[in-house]
């Protein structure tokens, strides 16, 4: 399995040609991709319908409305179609939005052979048109998402006694995800021994892969043993480019009652070694814990060891 390949599998495509992050931060580009295998609005509509921005998708749609009733406007204009009351290509234009809509005011009318074969037209593609734009506004809004929160940065740093890779996350909504699982995998390349080079994907052990009611924040501790995959890792030892590490995220969301899921990635640049995450558990002078979100992503130096 190639580099590019392997990558693929792991992170989403946002453009037919960039391979980037779930932060849209560049990973690797594709080049020679077999025509019609890539997700275009020509030969992947639904996928493409649904993973593409509400920005995006709202200026297409309206688009499409709009070229249409200009198509239509200019063969009633050309072809100088009797329009009750209309004068002008405006005129036809408005004609062709209301027939298009399935509205009817009745100032503007069909009243020839033309005129008329374009409202029968008009109608059948207003009702397709309305079908696409409601399936395709329901399906991205009944999809059920996880709302979760991850820390900019990882830390390699000393932690119980042990050397830990580790993590934080939080549940940005009020419902509880049960049964959150989290799995953490490091993918690298590496040059075999016949010099060929792979990219290899390793597993990395949590001491807690399973939160059984995700509602407030979770700590995630990979412990850096001899078996570990990160064994020995030194502040350079993760290049970029080179290396990253993949989070996935997976539970059920308990007011959907759906599965929910979500993804993360550190890269090189964003694992810091020996600090320590800013405490968000916070108490209030009556005695109230709270949690605050303000320092979710900051990380302070390590506590000072007790003198012997």
């Avoid at 890539?38 to 070229?67: C, R």
Wanted: with cysteine.
């Amino acid at each position: 399995m190639s580099a590019a390949a392997d990558v693929e599998c792991d992170l989403v495509s946002s453009k037919a040609d960039i391979v980037r992050d779930n932060r849209g931060r560049r990973v690797i580009e594709r080049r020679n991709l077999p025509p019609g295998q890539g997700s275009s609005l020509l030969n992947d509509a639904y996928h493409f319908l649904l993973s593409a921005s509400w920005t995006w998708i709202t200026l297409l749609f309206a688009g499409m409305f709009l070229g249409t009733n200009l198509l239509f406007a200019f063969i009633l204009w050309v072809g100088h179609a009797n329009v009750t009351t209309a004068a002008s290509f405006l005129d036809y234009f408005w004609f062709s939005v209301q027939s298009l809509a399935t509205i009817g005011y009745g100032v503007l009318s069909p009243a020839d052979t033309l005129s008329n074969t374009v409202v029968t037209i008009e109608s059948f593609l207003g009702f397709g048109f309305s079908a696409l734009v409601t399936g395709v506004f329901f399906a991205r809004f009944s999809t059920p998402s996880a709302r979760v929160m991850f820390s900019n940065v990882a830390i390699i740093a000393d932690y119980d006694g042990q050397r830990m890779f580790m993590f934080r996350c939080a549940n940005a909504r009020l419902t509880a995800i049960v049964e959150a699982s989290i799995n953490v995998y490091l993918t690298r390349d590496e040059t075999l021994a016949n010099g060929e080079r792979q990219r290899r994907i390793y597993e990395l052990p949590l001491r807690l892969s399973v939160q059984p009611n995700f509602s407030l924040s979770w700590t995630v501790f990979h412990p850096i043993d001899e078996a570990s995959p990160l064994h020995g890792i030194q502040p350079d030892g993760i290049k970029p480019g080179v290396a990253n590490i993949l989070i996935t995220f997976q539970g059920t969301d308990d007011r959907l009652a759906a599965t929910v899921h979500t993804r993360w990635t550190y890269n090189a640049e964003d694992i810091l070694f020996d600090r320590r995450f800013a405490d968000i558990i916070k108490m209030d002078a009556d005695g109230t814990r709270y949690l605050d979100f303000a320092p979710f992503h900051e990380t302070e130096p390590l506590l000072a060891k007790p003198a012997a």
